[in-house]
């Protein structure tokens, strides 16, 4: 909730004031991937460097973009921003790292977006069904 809310704001400055606002999604920003929905959702070290460049030198034009900044991983379920809004193209894939992750990698990471988060025991005892 509180992304969606900064990310509003930031299109309420862009749409009032013509500021240029770059909100950028980050997945899961670790030196290598460490476990199995890390293969979706990995965002390595020189692809951040990558991402942030191309924040920071968007063209003013570039009035209000949103973005996953995830890296070029084959199992990723987030739509990579296209160049025109933001001038990177990621090169890392989590892939190359798949036979150092213990667990199951053939869970399919879709069901977990929150990861581990977003299972029951982490729900409010009074949401629960």
Not at 22 to 28: A, K, T, V
């Amino acid at each position: 909730m509180s992304k969606v809310a900064v990310e509003a704001l930031g299109q309420l400055y862009a749409d009032k004031f013509g500021l240029s606002v770059i909100c950028l999604r980050i997945g899961s920003f670790e030196p290598r991937p460490t476990e199995p929905r890390h293969l979706a959702t990995w965002l390595s070290p020189r692809d951040a460097v990558g991402y942030i460049r191309a924040a920071l030198t968007a063209p003013a034009s570039a009035r209000f973009v949103t973005a996953y900044a995830v890296s070029a991983n084959t199992r990723r379920f987030w739509k990579l921003p296209d160049v025109t809004e933001l001038a990177y193209v990621p090169v890392d894939n989590a892939e190359a790292h798949a036979a150092d992750i213990p667990g199951d990698l053939a869970v399919d990471p879709t069901g977990v977006q929150a990861g581990r988060y977003a299972e029951p025991q982490f729900t409010l005892t009074h949401l629960r069904p």
